[in-house]
């Protein structure tokens, strides 16, 4: 089953409630989804899933920006990516996360004066999503939360190798190259705890830029972890096992 599957069959999810800082269970119709609701009315609850799409995804290429008094998400892939960022979209926009709009395709340029088309879409301002651009953000600068371990679930894990996964050799990379070694060295210790996965270090030939590496012997191990989230566009990145 998809990670599309599993997110709309049950009709009750878990949530994270802020305030008690526990999990409750409440019904999936949410009192934020309509598009005119105010940032300090936006305060969940939020179903725990989605904390973990976010943190995923922030590890990879979203990013968290404030706007008024709350924070919204955006959701960014090269357009070759389209399919799975419109996957994505159509999910978040059907539980009003965001605006039915289609995504936006922008263009930058990348190395080399190379013209780069990117796809992507934000959610609606939430006062209850502030606590994450704290956890991610020092000085306007992306750093690792703390306490992503409590949320890279498989289904995280899945979507941070769908964002920054990459084949290498007979493995797989997942690029960390905005992060510090420390930083780095923090999440490579939480792959092989709570997923018994090796790990290594490897440098990516730019200065202070490093990257995560899964060798063939965990290979595997991590398909039969993520396998049930991956969108289909997103198999060629686990580098043949799946």
Same mark, same amino acid.
């Given at each position: 089953?998809?990670?599309?599957?599993?997110?709309?069959?049950?009709?009750?999810?878990?949530?994270? +409630?802020?305030?008690?800082?526990?999990?409750?269970?409440? @019904?999936?119709?949410? /009192?934020?989804?309509?598009? $005119?609701?105010?940032?300090?009315?936006?305060?969940? /609850?939020?179903?725990?899933?989605?904390?973990?799409?976010?943190?995923?995804?922030?590890?990879?290429?979203?990013?968290?920006?404030?706007?008024?008094?709350?924070?919204?998400?955006?959701?960014?892939?090269?357009?070759?990516?389209?399919?799975?960022?419109?996957?994505?979209? #159509?999910?978040? #926009? $059907?539980?009003?996360?965001? #605006?039915?709009? !289609?995504?936006?395709?922008?263009?930058?340029?990348?190395?080399?004066? $190379?013209?780069?088309?990117?796809?992507?879409?934000? !959610?609606?301002?939430?006062?209850?999503?502030?606590?994450?651009?704290?956890?991610?953000?020092?000085?306007?600068?992306?750093?690792?939360?703390?306490?992503?371990?409590?949320?890279?679930?498989?289904?995280?894990?899945?979507?941070?190798?769908? +964002?920054?996964?990459?084949?290498? @050799?007979?493995?797989?990379?997942?690029? !960390?190259?905005?992060?510090?070694?420390?930083?780095?060295?923090?999440?490579?210790?939480?792959?092989?705890?709570?997923?018994?996965?090796?790990?290594?270090?490897?440098?990516?030939?730019?200065?202070?830029?490093?990257?995560?590496?899964?060798?063939?012997?965990?290979?595997?191990?991590?398909?039969?972890?993520?396998?049930?989230?991956?969108?289909? #566009?997103?198999?060629?990145?686990?580098?043949?096992?799946?």
């Amino acid at each position: 089953m998809s990670l599309w599957g599993i997110l709309f069959c049950p009709n009750w999810f878990k949530f994270f +409630d802020i305030e008690s800082n526990g999990l409750i269970y409440c @019904s999936t119709v949410l /009192p934020f989804i309509s598009p $005119k609701t105010k940032s300090k009315n936006r305060i969940g /609850p939020h179903n725990y899933d989605i904390i973990c799409i976010i943190m995923g995804s922030l590890l990879g290429d979203a990013y968290a920006e404030q706007h008024g008094n709350g924070t919204r998400i955006c959701f960014q892939q090269e357009h070759l990516n389209s399919h799975y960022l419109m996957w994505f979209y #159509s999910y978040l #926009s $059907k539980i009003g996360y965001c #605006s039915e709009t !289609t995504p936006k395709i922008t263009t930058r340029l990348g190395k080399g004066g $190379k013209l780069r088309y990117v796809s992507r879409f934000k !959610t609606y301002t939430f006062t209850s999503f502030n606590w994450i651009h704290t956890a991610f953000y020092n000085e306007n600068k992306k750093i690792v939360s703390i306490n992503i371990e409590e949320y890279l679930s498989p289904l995280a894990l899945s979507v941070w190798i769908m +964002d920054d996964g990459g084949r290498v @050799s007979s493995g797989l990379k997942i690029a !960390t190259n905005n992060f510090s070694l420390k930083e780095v060295e923090f999440l490579a210790n939480i792959l092989r705890k709570k997923y018994k996965l090796k790990t290594s270090i490897i440098k990516t030939g730019a200065l202070n830029q490093y990257n995560i590496y899964i060798p063939k012997s965990s290979m595997n191990d991590l398909v039969e972890i993520t396998r049930p989230y991956l969108h289909t #566009s997103m198999y060629y990145k686990l580098n043949g096992y799946i």
